[in-house]
């Protein structure tokens, strides 16, 4: 981060005194006593589990020179002394976090790229990321900080000589992305698809695409949006906005349109606009789409076509995400990450392409889909019906309507009330040769099945 003093940063989250301390250079921010450095700013957020008020003491051992805190949290003696750079109070210190990504942001010259969507953002960022950072310095957000704490920090990471930032945007309610593009000001948007994620507050998947589009209200006056095209509750929530953007899918209107796919073996091979080939180490048509929207932002910072296509020849997988693990007799899916029922359904095409004796899917709940949360369970159970699927086994309490649509498909089933319970007998149901495949929602926590599958069969 560029150094500021405690008194510019007071300034920038309008917050006052609780004690002033000397005209010091802060270069960092730290939300976590763990990481802290010398020189950082240590911003006490209250979380579900831990409050950073109990940790005003380690974070200043550590070298945090100044801290901001809420103004009515009483501090001891020994923690003021301790502040050489003085304490600032504010109202609420995630709302100061903000704030202070906001002035930061106008104080960098580096290019913003946001990435937001229903599927796909954590990926694209690293496509992005991959690509640019063979001509250009630059950062992305760190796994997948993509809410209110996480897209500030990673805005406040980013260094004087950066070139670009990438940040992961993401929400679960109406107004999360409009709140977080006004932070950090995009100059190129990417929305990856708009589907039924996050229902309980969200409501329909007009209403996420329309959040999703949101990002676009923030975008700088010269800046560019690469969108999914072909989505239709994401055509209609663009019609609001009016900006330079292009289109990547496989719908005829599509700027930059998929025309052909083949697997090959991990990965595969994919075509653009009829004329171009590329070979991706990752499989799964849903990645060639996230290629596409790399591709094109690439673009935009001065790469050829076939520059972009060159660096994504050797770009790596993510954990948990379609990660191919080997446990001896047996083949492990592990793409336990997330889950909702469009990125079930790209990887049952994923399983659908891969040779083996026998297919095996186990899915967990997909969580927080509001009213349609059976319905929508049941229908993927039998998405199964024409993806060779041999096997599925549900996990949780909605997981059985997945089993329950799978087996209305004639397709053998298993259930499970719990992640423990599967995890107790799964092995028992495969077979040498089997692929098997997993995946659920990030609570669920489904890759506690990988190890005792692992041991079983390695």
Same mark, same amino acid.
Request: aromatic fraction near 4%; hydrophobic fraction near 45%; charged fraction near 25%.
């Given at each position: 981060?560029?150094?500021?003093?405690?008194?510019?940063?007071?300034?920038?989250?309008?917050?006052?005194?609780?004690?002033?301390?000397?005209?010091?250079?802060?270069?960092?921010?730290?939300?976590?006593?763990?990481?802290?450095?010398?020189?950082?700013?240590?911003?006490?957020?209250?979380?579900?589990?831990?409050?950073?008020?109990?940790?005003?003491?380690?974070?200043?051992?550590?070298?945090?020179?100044?801290?901001?805190?809420?103004?009515?949290?009483?501090?001891?003696?020994?923690?003021?002394?301790?502040?050489?750079?003085?304490?600032?109070?504010?109202?609420?210190?995630?709302?100061?976090?903000?704030?202070?990504?906001?002035?930061?942001?106008?104080?960098?010259?580096?290019?913003?790229?946001?990435?937001?969507?229903?599927?796909?953002?954590?990926?694209?960022?690293?496509?992005?990321?991959?690509?640019?950072?063979?001509?250009?310095?630059?950062?992305?957000?760190?796994?997948?900080?993509?809410?209110?704490?996480?897209?500030?920090?990673?805005?406040?990471?980013?260094?004087?000589?950066?070139?670009?930032?990438?940040?992961?945007?993401?929400?679960?309610?109406?107004?999360?992305?409009?709140?977080?593009?006004?932070?950090?000001?995009?100059?190129?948007?990417?929305?990856?698809?708009?589907?039924?994620?996050?229902?309980?507050?969200?409501?329909?998947?007009?209403?996420?695409?329309?959040?999703?589009?949101?990002?676009?209200?923030?975008?700088?006056?010269?800046?560019?949006?690469?969108?999914?095209?072909?989505?239709?509750?994401?055509?209609?929530?663009?019609?609001?906005?009016?900006?330079?953007?292009?289109?990547?899918? !496989?719908?005829?209107?599509?700027?930059?349109? *998929?025309?052909? @796919?083949?697997? +090959? $073996?991990?990965? =595969?091979?994919?075509?653009?606009?009829?004329?171009?080939?590329?070979?991706?180490?990752?499989?799964?048509?849903?990645?060639?789409?996230?290629?596409?929207?790399?591709?094109?932002?690439?673009?935009?910072?001065?790469?050829?076509?076939?520059?972009?296509?060159?660096?994504?020849?050797?770009?790596?997988?993510?954990?948990?995400?379609?990660?191919?693990?080997?446990?001896?007799?047996?083949?492990?899916?592990?793409?336990?990450?997330?889950?909702?029922?469009?990125?079930?359904?790209?990887?049952?095409?994923?399983?659908?392409?891969?040779?083996?004796?026998?297919?095996?899917?186990?899915?967990?709940?997909?969580?927080?889909?509001?009213?349609?949360?059976?319905?929508?369970?049941?229908?993927?159970?039998?998405?199964?019906?024409?993806?060779?699927? !041999?096997?599925?086994?549900?996990?949780?309490? *909605?997981?059985? @309507?997945?089993? +329950? $649509?799978?087996? =209305?498909?004639?397709?053998?089933?298993?259930?499970?009330?719990?992640?423990?319970?599967?995890?107790?007998?799964?092995?028992?149901?495969?077979?040498?040769?089997?692929?098997?495949?997993?995946?659920?929602?990030?609570?669920?926590?489904?890759?506690?099945?990988?190890?005792?599958?692992?041991?079983?069969?390695?």
């Amino acid at each position: 981060m560029k150094a500021f003093t405690p008194n510019e940063i007071r300034l920038a989250v309008h917050g006052r005194w609780l004690s002033r301390g000397a005209d010091v250079s802060v270069d960092g921010v730290t939300i976590d006593s763990r990481s802290a450095r010398p020189g950082d700013l240590f911003l006490a957020i209250k979380g579900d589990k831990h409050d950073g008020h109990d940790y005003l003491l380690d974070a200043a051992k550590a070298g945090c020179i100044s801290a901001i805190v809420d103004r009515d949290v009483p501090l001891d003696k020994d923690i003021i002394d301790i502040y050489g750079g003085g304490l600032i109070g504010v109202e609420e210190t995630r709302t100061a976090l903000g704030e202070l990504a906001a002035f930061y942001r106008k104080q960098v010259p580096a290019t913003v790229i946001a990435v937001t969507g229903s599927n796909g953002k954590t990926t694209v960022k690293r496509m992005i990321h991959h690509i640019l950072l063979g001509r250009h310095q630059g950062s992305a957000s760190p796994k997948s900080f993509n809410n209110a704490i996480g897209v500030p920090l990673t805005l406040l990471a980013v260094q004087p000589a950066d070139d670009y930032v990438i940040c992961e945007v993401g929400s679960s309610a109406p107004g999360e992305i409009l709140t977080l593009g006004r932070i950090i000001q995009p100059n190129v948007a990417v929305i990856t698809a708009a589907g039924p994620v996050h229902l309980e507050k969200l409501e329909s998947v007009d209403r996420v695409a329309i959040e999703k589009a949101s990002l676009l209200a923030s975008l700088a006056s010269d800046g560019f949006a690469i969108v999914r095209g072909g989505q239709a509750a994401l055509d209609r929530a663009m019609v609001s906005y009016d900006c330079r953007r292009i289109h990547f899918g !496989d719908d005829d209107a599509c700027e930059l349109r *998929l025309t052909g @796919y083949e697997p +090959q $073996g991990d990965g =595969q091979r994919f075509q653009i606009n009829d004329r171009v080939w590329v070979s991706l180490p990752l499989p799964g048509r849903h990645n060639a789409f996230n290629a596409l929207a790399a591709i094109a932002v690439a673009q935009r910072f001065g790469f050829s076509e076939a520059q972009a296509i060159a660096a994504l020849a050797d770009v790596e997988g993510l954990e948990m995400r379609l990660e191919r693990i080997n446990a001896g007799k047996v083949t492990i899916i592990n793409d336990t990450y997330n889950a909702n029922p469009d990125s079930v359904a790209a990887a049952m095409d994923v399983i659908a392409q891969t040779p083996a004796k026998r297919r095996v899917l186990v899915l967990g709940d997909m969580l927080e889909l509001g009213e349609d949360a059976e319905g929508l369970h049941r229908t993927v159970g039998g998405q199964v019906i024409d993806k060779g699927v !041999d096997l599925l086994i549900g996990v949780g309490p *909605l997981g059985r @309507y997945i089993a +329950q $649509g799978a087996a =209305q498909a004639n397709v053998a089933t298993k259930q499970f009330s719990s992640v423990d319970d599967a995890g107790r007998e799964i092995a028992g149901l495969l077979k040498p040769g089997d692929v098997v495949l997993i995946k659920g929602s990030r609570s669920m926590a489904m890759e506690r099945l990988v190890e005792p599958i692992r041991q079983a069969f390695a």
